[in-house]
């Protein structure tokens, strides 16, 4: 059973290890595997490959029913921002990659503002399997991939975590208030093992539909730069 277990994920592990040493953003796929890899401790590269494997072990889950491809993450591992966006669209599903459409474009766009990209913060999304025609994913799934999350977050153990919307919002700090009310706002969390500060922003796609909101997240970005200053974190350029 192990056996049969090890092999079928053989080739996700290796997909991981790909994307996780190797990675750097850019929109043409054939210059996406060409940098320098990350220095990432091999205790935490384990860790994330057995979360891999126990997040493609899930069983009765119309998420993964209907999806081509598990979207676990992108970016460093060793970061110290860590992003939550909410679930994959077509274009993750199909490269397994998260926040690589247009809302991606977006996100990376906003990143690079305040000096920030794939090299130097890590994403990850509130489900790993693509919802059926982009719907938003239910309570219940949100639920049930909850453990993975936290388990996630507990092994980057970032110091600053953006909660992208609604769906990340609500999955990790409750839903008492709305995304306009809570966002830009800085609060201490434990999650799991892990005590971060954490903020919660507009999502991407949000933006791109009220791009009068823009304004609002450039104050949560900037946020984000001066807390970055504030805790003395080196990011890597
Ligand atoms: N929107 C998300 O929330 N996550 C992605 O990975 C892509 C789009």
Redo the contacts with the bound molecule.
Sequence with gaps: MTKKINNKFAKLVKYYNLINYNLVYNNQSINRYNKKPFATNKKKLEKLEKLIITISSIKNCELKKNANNL?FADGNPDASVMII?????A??DKEGL????R??QLLDKMLNSINLNRQNVY?S?VVNYRPPMNRKPSEEEIKRYLPFLTKHIEIINPKILVL??S?ALNAIIGNQEVISKARGKWTQKQIGLCKTEVIASF???FLMRQPDQKKLAWIDLKMIRKKLFDLKTKIET
């Design positions: 979207v966006g909410e679930g994959p669209g274009n993750e998260p926040f690589v459409g809302a991606g994403i999304n992208l919307g769906t999502h991407p796609a």
